[in-house]
């Protein structure tokens, strides 16, 4: 594998995905990682990444120098870089001028890291710090106009620096540097794939899981799903899923997951009806924190008894993903609360099962391909995300039965129209959000004073961030046509046209 060393900066996880993408595995892990964990990992490669910080700074993340002497190829980029030199006898000094944007890079050195690349490459700059003194051994290999020491190299160690972000799409040939790099100069093979993934994750299940018995709460989402597909290949009859309906669900969302996978794809999954529990407890609730920890806590509840009810149970089998993972490990430390996890992950310990959580080193488009591989219908693995809380995080105040109404007639005509112009597939998300407000209208000649319907429709490569989707008009227009004309209560629809950051996906 190769190994990426995370300074903190936002793009650490495009890094990753470009190196999946040669179908080389990777993994991320934090600056500060043991150099005993590095070493037992046994990687072919090392990258660091960028990062915010300045490498002479108080504070600043520094990795254990040693990483140097472990006889593999290094790839700095941008920090990373930087930190090469700081810590091998270079300088890194303030820029007179911060460099960011495109620039063109004139490479002065062939070597494999610019293999079958041409001399002259557009680049994307993000820093205001610069080496002005290398170390040594160290060869300037491209510049800028900005950036005398643009990229260098050590021959004898195969250590490399970029000042640039390889991973970014707005250098074009940036993902031809990071094969040259990881297949040439680390020589790793192109041989991860989702069917070796499948192979491996199969036999690692049977081996953690022996003849005990597995549970898995099943939402009918794309993670859930495949998880559930993908231990149920592993072990059979030994995989109990359940479904536990909480009132907040889409449209026939409860029929479409009985039928898909107790039907068609004939798991053992054990259906819980509790939606009059869940609106009893958000009865006169308006607070979204509090709806999430409701609906988190009650669900857990459900799930521990029903979990009870399968005898020889041991293993609880969760579809966490790589980002969730990289998140809780991450060098930027705590994080703000902003929304509280809304994952089965917060079951608690008196429940005393272990853990199985297959997906927990891909990401979404991944864990999308391997569905594809394991047969899943397209219908599932091409599922915009559907937050745990549900509908009761896209109705802005207390939840109720005919607000819930109003929100699911809304929602499903969106999806029926962002799937009539055949853009489903190519939208994060597409939803509507019940907003807490009235307002005068007029419908046949008479005064109306209804709800109001927000509809949001984003794109993100993995929800970390977000912007909206600039739709055509005629789409916008049909769907609130629709909407006004077709939902009772409803008499006016606005669409949300704010990014994340500053906003949030979910409304709540």
């Keep these: 594998m190769i190994i990426i060393l995370d300074f903190g900066s936002q793009y650490t996880q495009l890094i990753a995905r470009r190196i999946r993408e040669q179908n080389v595995y990777c993994e991320i892990w934090p600056y500060n990682i043991p150099l005993s964990d590095l070493r037992a990992k046994d990687p072919k490669g090392l990258i660091l990444s960028g990062g915010p910080a300045s490498v002479y700074a108080k504070g600043a993340p520094i990795p254990d120098q040693r990483i140097f002497e472990l ?28 460099e960011y944007g495109a620039a063109q890079l004139i490479i002065s050195k062939p070597t494999d890291l610019f293999y079958s690349l041409d001399k002259e490459q557009k680049v994307w700059m993000s820093h205001g710090d610069k080496i002005t003194k290398l170390p040594t051994d160290y060869t300037i290999i491209a510049h800028t106009a900005n950036a005398p020491q643009a990229a260098i190299y050590d021959p004898f160690r195969k250590i490399y620096g970029v000042q640039f972000h390889p991973e970014v799409m707005h250098t074009p040939n940036g993902a031809q540097i990071l094969h040259n790099f990881v297949l040439r100069i680390c020589k790793e093979f192109p041989t991860w794939t989702m069917h070796s993934f499948i192979k491996t994750s199969t036999e690692e299940i049977r081996k953690t899981v022996g003849k005990n018995k597995v549970i898995c709460g099943l939402s009918g989402g794309v993670d859930s799903s495949v998880t559930a597909v993908l231990v149920h290949k592993a072990i059979g009859k030994q995989l109990t899923c359940v479904f536990v309906n909480n009132g907040v669900l889409r449209a026939n969302e409860a029929d479409k997951v009985q039928k898909v996978f107790k039907k068609h794809l004939g798991l053992s999954l054990r259906y819980v009806d509790a939606e009059k529990h869940f609106l009893a407890k958000l009865k006169k609730v308006t607070n979204p924190e509090t709806k999430r920890k409701i609906i988190g806590h009650e669900f857990i509840n459900i799930f521990e ?61 991944e864990v999308r391909l391997l569905g594809q591989e394991l047969g899943i219908s397209e219908e599932i693995i091409t599922r915009q995300p559907f937050p745990g809380p549900g509908l009761a995080i896209r109705i802005i105040g207390e939840v109720t039965k005919e607000r819930l109404e109003i929100l699911r007639r809304a929602d499903t005509i969106i999806i029926e129209e962002i799937k009539k112009a055949f853009l489903y597939t190519k939208i994060w998300q597409s939803f509507a959000v019940l907003l807490p407000l009235k307002s005068v209208g007029v419908m046949g000649d008479e005064r109306t004073y209804e709800h109001t319907i927000a509809f949001r429709a ?49 409304w709540e």
């Design 71 to 98: 006889g593999i190829p290094v790839l700095g980029i941008c920090y990373g870089m930087q930190i090469i030199a700081h810590l091998l006898g270079g300088k890194v000094d303030k820029s007179t001028e911060r």
């Design 305 to 365: 008894k029903e979990a009870r009810r399968v005898k020889g149970t041991k293993f609880l089998a969760q579809g966490t993903l790589y980002p969730d993972v990289i998140e809780s490990i991450s060098v930027k430390g705590p994080s703000a609360v902003i929304k509280s996890h809304h994952n089965v992950g917060g079951l608690p310990k008196k429940m005393n099962f272990k853990l199985i959580e297959p997906l927990r080193f891909l990401f979404k488009d």
């Design 458 to 506: 984003v794109n993100s490569l993995d929800g970390m961030t977000a912007d909206w989707v600039r739709l055509p008009y005629e789409i916008l227009a049909t769907i609130s046509n629709r909407i006004i004309n077709e939902v009772k209560g409803v008499n006016r629809v606005v669409y949300d046209i704010s990014s994340k950051p500053p906003a949030t996906i979910e």
